[in-house]
């Protein structure tokens, strides 16, 4: 299962260009100013989790670097990005920075390379010489116009890539999830279907036990609510809960202060919550159902303070929350056990699913069986016809062999009889009757 931390960072493509700028740059006067060459160091972010990560992170950092772009940057509204406005400032990137993109698309394309290599290579290749440009087109965030300078086109496909990855994925990982469910579920109800009458009543009684003992837990507070908070500053931070500032609490939790709460920063906060429910050690609590609550958790955070969508969260947007009426809930917050992710009629369909994959991998098993015994039979047929042609070839260098020889056969028509007295024909090894006459005798 896709884990949600694997993602940290996946404002990077929609504003995540923001990390890292702290102040208001500097304008840059072209032609008066020589641009100053910036050390380049290796890029240190935090993992998107996307297949094409690095390439990514290494490419917002360097345009990161660059005054202007980060002064447009700093100006840009989401729909300026998505449109593809901010890319067109990649033209007015200075030179050193353009150069270091062209070199990381060389080895990002390179990589892309070597991936469709190993990927022939385990699956056994098929003898022919691979089109590495066509195979290449496959992956959309590149452009392969030109594979060996970076272009406007590479930084829009970049980010619309980015864009429509990252915001696939909680409604991917949501589906994952489901499935998980109704498989683990299925797989417990066949296991029941093999036991004996006792023995599955026995089972079934413990499985309730352990369904209750899970759900028999301290209070979960409503994530991102004050109490949720105040329970952090407390048990985590050492802090008085009646002095609670959010504030401070937001500079403490703000890890890499950037100024922002990404993801895993968020996720950190809702352990103790976390706590409550699941114990690795305990065997009615499943730690894959725990990671989906604490994203469940990020994701009901996200969705109430982070107001402009770029998936982190912002002083402003923290601080905006924390007056909000919906920041001092008192409700327990409802974990996965008490909101069921399926319908009996969606496990019907499950199951009816499976039946029906079955029945297809049966099908074609009946299908490629027919197949083999057909081939076996035209196997046969040409080993026949092989057996038979081979045996043609032999006769006719046998006749061949005795044309070539007319000695040997006239010493043998000469003397009129086989070896058992028979006479016998030129070019015929059979014996005549002894009523026919043999050519050229009266």
Not at 229 to 238: A, F, H, I, R, Y
Not at 247 to 273: I, Y
Not at 400 to 406: L, R, S, Y
Request: glycine share 4%; aromatic share 6%; hydrophobic share 30%.
């Amino acid at each position: 299962m896709v884990r949600g931390n694997s993602l940290v960072h996946c404002g990077l493509v929609l504003l995540s260009l923001w990390l890292c700028i702290q102040s208001v740059p500097i304008n840059v006067d072209r032609s008066k100013e020589k641009p100053p060459v910036q050390e380049l160091h290796p890029p240190q972010s935090a993992e998107t989790g996307l297949h094409y990560d690095r390439y990514l992170r290494e490419v917002i950092e360097f345009l990161e670097k660059d005054p202007h772009f980060k002064e447009k940057l700093k100006n840009a509204n989401m729909d300026d990005i998505k449109q593809g406005k901010l890319a067109k400032e990649l033209n007015f990137v200075q030179h050193n920075f353009r150069t270091k993109l062209d070199e990381l698309k060389r080895e990002e394309m390179n990589r892309l390379r070597m991936l469709i290599k190993v990927k022939q290579d385990i699956q056994g290749g098929s003898g022919r010489t691979m089109d590495h440009h066509s195979l290449l087109k496959q992956f959309e965030h590149l452009s392969h116009q030109n594979p060996n300078t970076f272009e406007v086109e590479d930084l829009d496909q970049l980010i619309q890539s980015a864009t429509k990855d990252l915001e696939n994925f909680d409604k991917d990982r949501h589906n994952e999830f489901k499935n998980y469910e109704l498989t683990k579920e299925h797989e417990r109800r066949e296991r029941l279907k093999t036991m004996s009458e006792e023995t599955r009543q026995q089972e079934e009684k413990h499985y309730e036990q352990l369904r209750k003992k899970h759900a028999n837990h301290t209070k979960v507070n409503h994530p991102g609510s004050e109490t949720q908070l105040k329970e952090v500053w407390n048990e985590s931070d050492g802090m008085d809960p009646d002095n609670f500032d959010p504030k401070t609490f937001f500079k403490m939790h703000d890890t890499n202060g950037d100024g922002f709460f990404d993801e895993s920063e968020l996720e950190a906060l809702f352990t103790k919550e976390l706590e409550k429910v699941y114990n690795p050690e305990n065997e009615e609590d499943d730690m894959v159902e725990m990671e989906e609550e604490r994203l469940r958790m990020r994701e009901h955070v996200m969705k109430e303070v982070d107001t402009n969508k770029d998936r982190l969260v912002s002083m402003i947007e923290f601080m905006a929350a924390t007056q909000k009426e919906e920041f001092l809930e008192k409700d327990e917050w409802e974990t996965l056990d008490q909101n069921p992710l399926y319908t009996e009629e969606e496990m019907r369909e499950y199951e009816q699913h499976l039946v029906n994959e079955q029945n297809d991998i049966h099908q074609k098993s009946v299908e490629l069986q027919e197949r083999r015994e057909e081939l076996e039979r035209k196997q046969e047929e040409l080993s026949a016809q092989k057996i038979g042609l081979q045996q043609a070839v032999e006769e006719m260098e046998r006749i061949k062999g005795n044309v070539k020889h007319p000695g040997a056969v006239a010493a043998g028509v000469a003397a009129g009889v086989t070896a058992g007295g028979a006479p016998v024909v030129p070019g015929n090894s059979r014996p005549l009757p002894p009523d026919v006459p043999v050519p050229g005798h009266s």
